[in-house]
Nanobody, 122 residues
Framework: QVQLVESGGGLVQAGASLRLSCAAS????????MAWFRQSPGKEREFVAQ????????NYANSVKGRFTVSADNAKNTVYLQMRSLNPEDTAVYYC???????????????WGPGEQVTVSS
């Protein structure tokens, strides 16, 4: 099994920045791709960003492209999501997920963290 734990969320004002972290433990060699999804109240969970542990493949949702940056520290088995220029539409629970294949859908992601709340006030 792979365990994922997110941290770094909180309440910020519009225009601020936050960095989320996702620490992976357990049988991490079973995963090659890490991703971030988010779910806003009343909405379905949506793809935010993904990257392969090698750093070769990185993708972003159009809504965050240019504002969010995903990165990884392989030595720490940790993935980060740097979020800049946050706006109230970014308010959501952010989930870290792991899979063996690249995908912007949830289907291949077998492992999920419990989620981290990010709230952006106007």
């Amino acid at each position: 099994q792979v365990q994922l734990v997110e941290s770094g969320g909180g309440l910020v004002q519009a225009g601020a920045s936050l960095r989320l972290s996702c620490a992976a433990s357990g049988r991490t060699w079973r995963t090659t791709v890490m991703a971030w999804f988010r779910q806003s109240p009343g909405k379905e969970r949506e793809f935010v960003a993904q990257m392969s542990w090698s750093g070769e493949h990185i993708n972003y949702a159009n809504s965050v492209k240019g504002r969010f940056t995903v990165s990884a520290d392989n030595a720490k088995n940790t993935v980060y999501l740097q979020m800049r220029s946050l706006n109230p539409e970014d308010t959501a629970v952010y989930y870290c997920a792991a899979a063996r294949t690249l995908s912007i859908t949830e289907i291949p992601y077998s492992y999920w963290g419990p989620g981290e709340q990010v709230t952006v006030s106007s």
